[in-house]
C-alpha cells in the first residue's frame, strides 16, 4: 500500500528541480489524470484529499492551493501523465520518444 503515494512525493519534488526544457513521464494505467493531479496538489499543500475533490476547502486550504508552487510548475508542461493501458513495450518506447522530443526526458515512472 502506498506505492502511488510515495511515487507522487518524489515526482512532486523532481517537478521543483527540473529545468523548464526538460520533462517527467509518469505512465499509471490505473487511475486517471485528474485524481493524479488532485493527489500531487494535495500532497504539496497537505491538504485532505478528500475535502479537496469534494471542494470544502477551508480558507485556508485554498490559500495553501493557490498559493502552492507546483501551480506554475504544471503549467509548463513539464509533467507528461499517460494513464491509458500500454501493454507492448514498444507502445511505452515510442511515448518516451516522442516526450523526450519535445522536451528532454529526465524521468520515466
Known amino acids: 500500500m502506498g506505492k502511488t503515494s510515495l511515487v507522487l512525493n518524489m515526482m512532486n519534488q523532481q517537478l521543483r528541480l527540473i529545468a523548464p526544457e526538460e520533462s517527467i513521464l509518469y505512465i499509471n494505467s490505473k487511475e486517471g489524470k485528474t485524481n493524479l493531479i488532485q493527489r500531487m496538489l494535495a500532497i504539496s499543500c497537505q491538504?485532505?484529499?478528500?475535502?479537496?475533490?469534494?471542494?470544502?476547502?477551508?480558507?485556508?486550504?485554498?490559500?495553501?492551493?493557490?498559493?502552492?508552487?507546483?501551480?506554475?510548475?504544471?503549467?509548463?508542461?513539464?509533467?507528461?501523465?499517460?494513464?491509458?493501458?500500454?501493454?507492448?513495450?514498444?507502445?511505452?518506447?515510442?511515448?518516451?520518444?516522442?516526450?523526450?522530443?519535445?522536451?528532454?526526458?529526465?524521468?520515466?515512472?
Open 47 to 109: 491538504v485532505n484529499i478528500d475535502d479537496l475533490q469534494l471542494r470544502r476547502l477551508s480558507e485556508e486550504d485554498k490559500k495553501k492551493l493557490f498559493d502552492n508552487p507546483l501551480l506554475p510548475i504544471l503549467q509548463q508542461d513539464n509533467l507528461v501523465l499517460e494513464t491509458t493501458a500500454k501493454s507492448k513495450i514498444a507502445d511505452v518506447e515510442a511515448l518516451v520518444q516522442k516526450t523526450n522530443a519535445e522536451k528532454k526526458l529526465k524521468l520515466l515512472i
